[in-house]
């Protein structure tokens, strides 16, 4: 379980396939404090660390489902990839609920200086049967976007738009997002729950 709220960037360093697996090797600052089996959030994504490397990186495996939801086949050596370790159980929840089970992958559409921010624009495949399972975003709600809790404005059928602080810009990989970019969407799993119950009372 995990809170939306990136620790740290990680950089790629190498990248190997094995069968339909894909092994990332990945260097984070907090490499020394992590060890096998351990769930880490990557773009949003939940992976088991599988090995530690005496030179600082360690290795995660994405599995062909993984890659074929989410953006992490567009990695590359040299790309930059949010992290967060798992919620501890003593913690405060500073963004929302976050399973790490990403949904779908958005494009972005549109990067906008306002005020002191930077509003990202995203639009993602509009699917009903989906959307009656609470794959939506909602106006003000909570949406994940590469691993980063963030809530939702002007949100319409197939495309919402979030405001970033200068803070969060810096500290995650939207400072590298820009039209075109791939990006992996998790919905908040309290519409996912609301929608299946309603779905079960008809």
Excluded: W
Excluded at 49 to 67: R, S
Excluded at 105 to 130: L, R
């Amino acid at each position: 379980m995990f809170s939306g709220i990136v620790e740290a960037m990680a950089e790629v360093t190498a990248i190997t396939h094995e069968g339909t697996n894909v092994n990332l090797r990945l260097r984070a600052p907090f490499t020394d404090e992590l060890h096998i089996d351990q769930s880490v959030a990557h773009n949003g994504v939940c992976l088991t660390v599988v090995k530690i490397h005496d030179d600082g990186t360690y290795t995660v495996t994405a599995i062909k489902e993984t890659l074929e939801r989410s953006n992490l086949g567009d990695l590359k050596p040299g790309s930059l990839v949010n992290l967060e370790r798992s919620m501890k159980i003593d913690g405060r929840l500073d963004g929302h609920i976050v399973q790490g089970h990403v949904d779908t992958t958005a494009i972005c559409e549109s990067v906008e200086e306002v005020d002191g921010s930077t509003y990202f624009k995203f639009t993602y495949p509009f699917d009903p049967a989906m959307a009656r399972k609470g794959y939506v975003t909602v106006e003000k709600g909570s949406v994940t976007v590469n691993g980063v809790s963030l809530t939702v404005c002007d949100s319409e059928r197939d495309s919402f738009r979030v405001a970033i602080i200068p803070f969060t810009l810096t500290h995650t990989n939207f400072c590298r997002i820009e039209p075109g970019t791939r990006v992996n969407l998790e919905f908040d799993i309290l519409g996912k729950y609301i929608a299946r119950i309603s779905e079960l009372k008809d």
